[in-house]
């Protein structure tokens, strides 16, 4: 008996956008299967080898690929891979178990143009398949069970399950063609992609076609189309780039070519081979707790894993790729896993590669912008978490500046300081535009100083940390020391000569800033709000707040006035203590403003305003 399923939402929305052909080339749902076909005799192999119940299960891999030639109207992809059961056919093709899957999908359904774009980049695996077809089914027969299932669908909202026959374990995708599909029943045609696709697939691919005979009749043939040799493991001499190209797709499922890839065959002490790729763009899900990590293990050419988030720090997740060592054992579980001693070796001797490849991608610097543009942010990740590689990271980050358009690095900044500059200056906290035009820089400008603008908000977060770079300090603008780097004589001077204006704003305030100083960095503005060393900044303790952080300290702002401003010499002047509280409450409320903090009493600041209007006009 047949049994009826809806599709989940999310899938349904995915065939929608697949059917209404928003995919620019169809021919991929051939990568996809065979992928797919490759992934499930990937993991028979691996529990052939490592279960005892398993082991006397004969491991014949193939991939079998036909269609009628004659009537165009099937292609079918079969393989003797691990197979599913009921369940697993409903829960694979009829769901998608990521969340941040899920809600990417339905965000990319509901903007129609948007998900165009996209989709391409999403990977849409098994059901890229009614791109071309306008029914699928599914035979399949789970490794150990002994009933097949059948599951088909038309691709519009349901699918269905119903039991089947199959001799031995594996999995069996006929698709019925729609017009799009004919041109995929053509020997010429098909092996045209399986080769481009799938060259490098590691189990044997067997296309059958039939052809006329010498007596007219048809003549089946078979024809094995890839060396089913896995390409990590040919030599890199023996690799074009379209090689490596093809491979990154099947593995990723993005349509893109990667940006960068590095293979690396380690002899020695320890067995290896690494191959790594640097997407063009990042996936969807970078920033998602439940991301999909990129990297999957093997072991002798044994697939072992591709669900293991630890085999590359956090920091590099957005790279794709295989580590594959001749010196893992076959059945490591994921605690050993996590301890092993060779993988340990493998991960850090990785991480070097990575990080000296990036760097010498820096080089070429258009290249470098494209990367940096798509993962900075998560590089940045790694100052927080990797000391180790420190100095590294430290040449790779780049930030925007006062002095130069685009981004610029620490060795560049470096290079421009002037000859009697104490520190690498920089401001965070807000917009670009907010942060160039913020009055806390004056006193650079004024000096022709760099300043190094950090507008991301993890720099908040990463900077502090980060201390010297080769010795030089790294210092933040809105801290209230950084400005006696820039104090001439002449303006300590004026500093002091403004004790008693200083005096009668902090008394008109109380206890609504930390403290009242007067400054000299300021040009135009009256005042601004800076921070003691260890307090955060106002846009971090709001990013705490949203973060429902309890327990935390009410920061009071550090109000500091330009002695030489005419609103603060006129108030140094001014008798009237209604008159000194509104301007003094105004020059903090204003300063409070420029760094985005939201004003504690609006109602109360209107009023001050008005007053001191009606005065003026
Ligand atoms: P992905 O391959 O990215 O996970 P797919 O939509 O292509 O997404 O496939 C969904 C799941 O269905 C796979 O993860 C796998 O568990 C299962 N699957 C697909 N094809 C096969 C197959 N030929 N043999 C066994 N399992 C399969």
Redesign the pocket.
């Known amino acids: 008996m047949a049994i009826k399923h809806a599709f989940q939402a999310e899938v349904s929305q995915l065939l929608h956008l697949i059917i209404h052909s928003l995919y620019s080339h169809p021919e991929i749902f051939l990568r ?2 065979v ?3 490759s ?2 005799l990937d ?1 028979l192999k691996h529990l052939t080898l490592t279960q005892e119940e398993y082991k006397g299960v004969p491991f014949t891999p193939r991939i079998d690929i036909s269609f009628d030639t004659k009537d165009r109207k099937t292609l079918t ?1 079969s ?1 003797t ?4 059961n009921d369940e ?1 056919l409903a829960a ?2 009829g769901t998608i178990a990521r969340s941040g899957t899920r809600e990417f999908l339905s965000a990319m359904a509901a903007d129609a143009k948007g998900g165009a774009n996209l989709i391409g980049q999403f ?6 398949s009614f791109m071309v077809a306008d029914r699928v089914e ?1 035979v ?1 027969r789970r490794l150990g069970e002994q009933k097949a299932w059948r599951w088909t669908s038309d691709g519009k909202g349901e699918f269905e399950i119903s039991e089947a026959e199959r001799e031995g374990c ?2 069996t ?1 006929t698709l019925h063609l729609n017009e799009a599909g004919k041109e995929y029943a053509d020997q010429w045609r098909s092996e045209e992609i399986i080769r481009k696709y799938s060259n490098h697939i590691a189990f044997p691919i067997h296309l059958h076609y039939d052809e006329k005979g010498e007596h007219g009749g048809r003549v089946e043939k078979t024809e094995q189309v890839n060396a089913a040799l896995a390409l990590w493991k040919r030599p890199a001499k023996d690799l074009k780039d379209e090689d490596y190209k093809e491979f990154y797709k099947t593995l990723t ?1 993005d349509d893109e070519d990667p940006l960068l890839w590095m293979h690396v065959a380690m002899e020695g002490a320890i067995e290896y081979t690494t191959l790594f790729f640097i997407p063009s763009r990042a996936p969807f899900d970078l920033f998602r707790y439940d991301y999909r990590p990129g990297v999957k293990l093997y072991a002798k050419r044994v697939f072992i894993t591709d669900d293991e988030k630890d085999l590359l720090p956090v920091y590099l997740r957005f790279v794709h790729g295989v580590i594959d060592s001749e010196d893992l054992p076959l059945n490591v579980s994921r605690e050993i896993l996590q301890q092993n001693r060779v993988l340990a070796n493998i991960r850090s001797a990785s991480m070097r590669k990575i990080l000296q490849e990036l760097g010498k991608l820096q080089k070429d610097r258009q290249k470098y912008q494209a990367f940096w543009k798509e993962f900075g942010r998560v590089l940045k990740e790694g100052l927080l978490q990797d000391f180790e590689h420190r100095d590294e990271l430290l040449e790779l980050v780049q930030w925007k500046s006062t002095a130069v358009e685009g981004w610029t690095t620490l060795a560049e900044y470096k290079s421009r300081m002037q000859k009697d500059q104490k520190a690498i200056y920089y401001l965070t906290g807000g917009q670009e535009a907010s942060l160039r035009t913020s009055p806390l820089l004056a006193a650079w400008k004024r000096r022709g100083i760099e300043v190094l603008v950090m507008d991301d908000e993890i720099d908040e977060i990463v900077t502090p940390g980060i201390g010297t770079y080769l010795e030089t300090p790294l210092k933040a603008v809105n801290r209230s020391a950084t400005a006696d780097d820039l104090a001439t004589d002449e303006d300590k001077a004026k500093e002091k000569d403004s004790a008693g204006v200083v005096e009668k704003i902090k008394k008109a305030l109380g206890d609504a800033v930390k403290d009242v100083r007067a400054s000299v960095r300021l040009a135009d503005a009256p005042s601004c709000i800076v921070l003691d060393d260890r307090d955060p900044s106002v846009q971090m303790q709001q990013i705490l707040k949203s973060l429902g952080t309890k327990d935390m300290p009410e920061v009071k702002p550090i109000l500091e006035v330009n002695p030489g401003h005419p609103i603060v010499v006129k108030l140094a002047g001014l008798a009237d203590e209604a008159a000194v509280a509104d301007a003094s409450r105004l020059l903090l409320e204003q300063a409070l403003l420029l760094e985005g903090a939201p004003l504690a009493d609006p109602a109360g600041f209107v009023a001050r305003l008005n007053r001191v209007l009606e005065k003026a006009l």
Request: aromatic share 6%.
């Open positions: 996809e299967l992928s797919n076909a992934d499930a993991k992809v393989d891979g691990i197979g599913m697993e694979n093709l990977g849409v695996g098994f059901y890229s599914v399949s594996g999995t995708v499922h």
